[in-house]
């Protein structure tokens, strides 16, 4: 089957880390609105919430689906339209190491990773900061010749630095805002006369990396009042937004994902420090307290949704982000703060996977799709007629399953289609008589226990 000529063609680069991503179980970080089916309504409802930004407002949003479903997928899909419209964006995955606070400074790792990953469409890739501060000073440097005054001329640096300062003096009387004003302003300073090692310290700082008062003063050659840290990096974070705005951006757009890490921490108390700084900031961005800035939570429905350990065992959380009693009769709310991924219906998985086979052809140079429609149809059937398949089967494996299977008829010129199909089914079906025969009921003397179920 020959590959319609209007089929709108991917850039090389980004077809090769899109399919090894997908091939892999890994959600790639570019080329996600060419595979970007059956989400249009939640894309719809997050691109809304990106224009309220733009116009000076703040969003926080739940995404809520289970592992496999495409809510990293979504959040990377959003993120691209983000990046696209002239948002600043910074993502990051929570980990045992990086939480929203903790004691360890988990809260500080966190905000050094958005910090690291900081994005816009000249820098997609993260690692923008200092582009984005490069390209403001260039862009004064020509708002001043522009006016007439030409870089060698007596006055040019001072003029420029006037402009500097104006552009920060806003920040000053937010919290930490002198500090952080400060910094800039001194970064600005050493970019104009050349001292990169003043110019890099002030980075730092911006970016988390200093530990102490002290440490900061003897690095940067001035005293600062504060540090980020811990307890202050969401401040830091408010502050930023506001500064992407002053420098000619929509907005600052934040992705946290795997938000189940929250949930798996074991100490009581350390686990609710973190689900109030998660409230602080879905409270300042719904009340207003915060200004162009976004954010976006990625978890697990038992991250939300487990009353013992979940957002919903903190009741400040549950009162907000419970479904209401209209909700509940089953119609979607895509208003409410929580977007729970829906399972794609067939007929969309259908259509990802005929989008997948158009650009495997196109990744390998061949004008001719691997398979037919009738063989995917039938690989459909397949992977849909396993046992449990209806309220198991996710996108992620769908995916992997069927890369997977073109790669084996690629790298086997001997194996045909049918082979293969007829072999996975029959590994599947020993799997599932494998799995009852290990889920029987045995006699036993020892009691299982779920380490999730003790609070420390």
């Not at 910090?115 to 923008?128: E, L, R, Y």
């Not at 009741?315 to 729970?340: C, F, H, M, Q, T």
Request: proline residues 3%.
């Amino acid at each position: 089957m020959a590959i319609e000529m209007n089929e709108a063609r991917v850039p090389k680069r980004i077809l090769n880390t899109l399919l090894a991503s997908l091939t892999a179980g890994v959600v790639p970080r570019s080329g996600a609105p060419y595979i970007a089916i059956g989400r249009q309504d939640e894309i719809n409802s997050l691109l809304d919430n990106l224009a309220t930004v733009g116009e000076g407002g703040a969003f926080c949003r739940f995404l809520i689906g289970r592992y496999g479903s495409g809510k990293s997928f979504l959040i990377q899909l959003i993120r691209g339209y983000a990046i696209e419209r002239g948002f600043v964006t910074a993502d990051a995955d929570l980990t045992p190491e990086r939480r929203l606070t903790g004691g360890s400074g988990a809260g500080l790792a966190t905000y050094k990773e958005l910090m690291t990953n900081i994005a816009t469409k000249a820098s997609p890739d993260g690692n923008a900061l200092q582009t984005i501060l490069s390209r403001h000073l260039t862009a004064l440097k020509t708002e001043l010749i522009s006016e007439g005054r030409l870089p060698e001329s007596e006055g040019f640096d001072t003029e420029l630095k006037k402009k500097v300062y104006l552009t920060l003096s806003e920040l000053e009387g937010d919290t930490g805002g002198f500090d952080f004003a400060k910094v800039l302003g001194e970064y600005y300073s050493a970019s104009i006369v050349g001292e990169s090692a003043k110019a890099t310290a002030c980075l730092r700082y911006i970016r988390g990396e200093f530990s102490t008062k002290t440490e900061a003063t003897s690095a940067l050659g001035f005293r600062v009042s504060t540090v980020i840290n811990d307890d202050n990096w969401y401040s830091f974070i408010k502050l930023f937004a506001s500064l992407t705005v002053r420098l000619g951006y929509s907005g600052l757009i934040l992705f946290i994902d795997e938000c189940v890490n929250l949930y798996k921490i074991p100490n009581r108390i350390s686990r609710e420090a973190n689900y109030e700084k998660l409230l602080a900031i879905f409270k300042d961005t719904l009340q207003g307290k915060a200004k162009n800035l976004g954010v976006i939570f990625g978890g697990t429905p038992q991250f939300l949704e487990d009353t013992r350990r979940g957002l919903f065992s903190y009741d400040a959380l549950k009162s907000r982000l419970a479904d209401s009693r209209y909700s509940e009769l089953g119609y979607r709310n895509l208003s409410s703060p929580v977007i729970r991924l829906r399972t794609l219906s067939d007929n969309e998985l259908l259509a990802l996977v005929k989008r997948l086979t158009k650009l495997y052809a196109q990744r390998e140079g061949s004008d001719t799709l691997p398979l037919s429609d009738q063989q995917i149809e039938r690989f459909m059937s397949k992977a849909l007629s396993r046992a449990g398949a209806e309220q198991m089967i996710t996108p992620r494996e769908i995916i992997r399953d069927y890369l997977t299977l073109l790669n084996i008829l690629k790298d086997n010129p001997g194996v045909s289609f049918d082979t293969l199909l007829a072999k996975g089914t029959a590994q599947d079906t020993a799997k599932t008589a494998l799995q009852q025969t290990d889920s029987t009921p045995q006699a036993t003397n020892v009691k299982k226990i779920n380490l999730f179920d003790i609070d420390i």
